[in-house]
């Protein structure tokens, strides 16, 4: 049974481009969450994907968009990207919007804006 | 605002020294406390969820207990392999993750 894949694994772009992160859920999962952890900090919530519409957001600028589609796969874009959007990018899925059960995360896409 | 405080940042130990890593939460409606271990450059990994005061959690070397504003994670006879970052959270009625910013585990053997 596979769990949450992410790719890339490694990423790195330049200040001003625009990058696209890719989320696989584990199998049987319906919703998608997008989490940006900076270097010795705890993740942060980015937003969250159900049946193909973001449902909730964090406190993130609007550079900060995202997909779902309908075989549930995500995915984060990042415009305008600044220096300090240079972080792991993790992706999580569970069953269901409003569980508060099962939340399965992927091992992340690093990021590294020069 | 809901708040999320681990402690201590960081704990070196000596293999088989046992030990309490921290978790206080300021929330205002608990859906779930979570545990979680991180290695590094990989995802959080889970390992328990509370749901209410008095609840405990074991697994293997490793057990989860909850109060009303904290939770414990105590490590017994640790190995070198327990080495990891173990991060604390919340779920809220949003279903949105509040995370510590973890507790960086050292054994020494």
């Known amino acids: 049974d596979a769990g949450v894949t992410q790719s890339p694994t490694h990423l790195i772009k330049t200040r001003g481009q625009q990058v696209t992160l890719r989320c696989s859920p584990k199998s049987g999962h319906d919703t998608v969450s997008w989490y940006q952890q900076a270097l010795g900090q705890g993740p942060q919530f980015i937003f969250q994907?159900?049946?193909?519409?973001?449902?909730q957001r964090g406190n993130f600028p609007d550079r900060f968009s995202g997909h779902q589609f309908p075989n549930y796969s995500s995915e984060l874009n990042v415009n305008a990207l600044l220096l300090g959007d240079s972080a792991l990018y993790l992706c999580?899925?569970?069953?269901?919007?409003?569980?508060?059960?099962?939340?399965?995360f992927g091992s992340g896409t690093r990021l590294t804006v020069v | 605002e809901d708040q999320v405080t681990q402690s201590p940042e960081a704990l070196r130990l000596q293999e088989g020294e046992s030990s309490s890593l921290n978790c206080s939460y300021t929330v205002s409606g608990l859906r779930g406390l979570f545990w979680y271990r991180q290695d590094p450059g990989k995802g959080p990994e889970f390992l328990f969820t509370?749901?209410?005061a008095g609840e405990e959690k074991e697994k293997e070397r490793l057990k989860a207990t909850l109060t009303k504003k904290e939770s414990f994670l105590h490590i017994t006879a640790p190995k070198p392999e327990d080495s990891a970052t173990y991060l604390c959270a919340h779920l809220d009625r949003g279903n949105q993750f509040y995370f510590g910013t973890g507790t960086s585990l050292t054994v020494i053997p």
């Open positions: 994907y159900y049946e193909e519409e973001e449902r």
């Open positions: 509370l749901y209410s």
């Open positions: 999580a899925s569970s069953l269901a919007a409003g569980a508060n059960y099962g939340y399965t």
